[in-house]
C-alpha cells in the first residue's frame, strides 16, 4: 500500500542550527510529495512540494529533494530560528487522487 | 480572503449519541477533504468531493459515518452512535480542482470530538 514514514520527535536544535527531518515513502506509480506544517494554536499549512523525481521544493529556507531511487523526501534548513517551532507532516498524493496520505508527524523545538 | 472554517471549534457528546461537524470551504474551492486526526497521528483520510458528489469515500470507517454537500460548498459529516473511538479531531480542506496537477490543499482548525 502507501505510507509515509518520518523521523520520531520530538527534535530539539538550538537556533542557528542545521536542520534535517526524514521522510521515506511507499507508494505506486509516481506519487507528489509534500511537507505540511502545524505551528501552535494554528492549522496545517502546506509548506512546499515536489511533484517528479529530482525535483526540489522550496520555502521559507526550508527544502526538500524528491528521491526517487532511495523513496525519500528529506526536510532541511540551514539555519532553523525559534518561530520554526511547530510539528511537520510529510506527505504524499497518487496521481488523479488527490487525498493526502500523511506521516505521523514531527514536533521540532528549537531553543534560542 | 476568508480560509476555510469549521463548526464546532470543539464537541463533546456522549457515547450512542449523534452529531454533525460542519466545514465552509474557501469560496470557489469545487473539491472538498475530510480527514482525521487522532492524538500523535498524522491526518487520515476520510472522504473527498468534487462539487456536490463524493468522489472517494474509501476512508469512511464504517456506515456510522456520512458526509454531504449538498450544493458544492459546504459539508456535513455526520457520526451516528457515537463510541470513544471516535474521538478526535476531524479536519476539513478545500482546494481548487482534483485533477492534473495537484493544487494545495488549505486546511481549517478543525473541530475537537470527544466522546464520553
Known amino acids: 500500500g502507501n505510507s509515509v514514514t518520518q523521523m520520531e520527535g520530538p527534535v530539539t536544535l ?16 509516481y506519487p507528489s510529495l509534500f511537507w505540511y506544517v502545524q505551528y501552535p494554536g494554528e492549522g496545517l499549512q502546506l509548506l512546499l512540494k515536489a511533484t517528479k523525481a529530482d525535483d526540489k521544493g522550496s520555502n521559507k529556507g526550508f527544502e526538500a529533494t524528491y528521491r526517487k531511487e532511495t523513496t525519500s523526501f528529506h526536510l532541511e534548513k540551514g539555519s532553523v530560528q525559534v518561530s520554526d517551532s511547530a510539528v511537520y507532516f510529510c506527505a504524499l498524493s497518487r496521481p488523479n487522487t488527490d487525498k493526502l496520505i500523511f506521516g505521523t508527524g514531527t514536533r521540532l523545538q528549537v531553543f534560542p | 480572503g476568508a ?42 483520510f476520510l472522504i473527498y468531493f468534487q462539487g456536490t458528489g463524493a468522489a472517494d469515500d474509501s476512508g469512511l470507517p464504517n456506515d456510522r459515518f456520512f458526509a ?45 470530538l470527544t466522546v464520553t
Do not use: M
Request: glycine fraction near 10%; charge should be neutral.
Open chain 1, 14 to 29: 538550538s537556533e542557528e542550527a542545521f536542520l534535517t527531518i526524514n521522510c521515506t515513502y511507499t507508494a505506486t506509480g
Open chain 2, 68 to 112: 454531504v454537500r449538498p450544493e458544492g460548498s459546504v459539508s456535513t459529516l455526520k457520526i451516528q452512535r457515537t463510541e470513544r473511538g471516535d474521538s478526535a479531531v476531524y479536519l476539513c480542506a478545500s482546494s481548487l480542482t482534483i485533477t492534473g496537477e495537484p493544487y494545495e490543499q488549505y486546511f481549517g482548525p478543525g473541530t475537537r
Open chain 2, 3 to 44: 480560509g476555510v472554517s469549521q463548526t464546532p471549534s470543539n464537541k463533546v457528546t456522549e457515547k450512542g449519541k449523534y452529531v454533525e461537524l460542519r466545514c465552509d470551504p474557501i469560496s470557489g474551492h469545487t473539491a472538498l477533504y475530510w480527514y482525521r486526526q487522532s492524538l500523535g497521528q498524522g491526518p487520515e
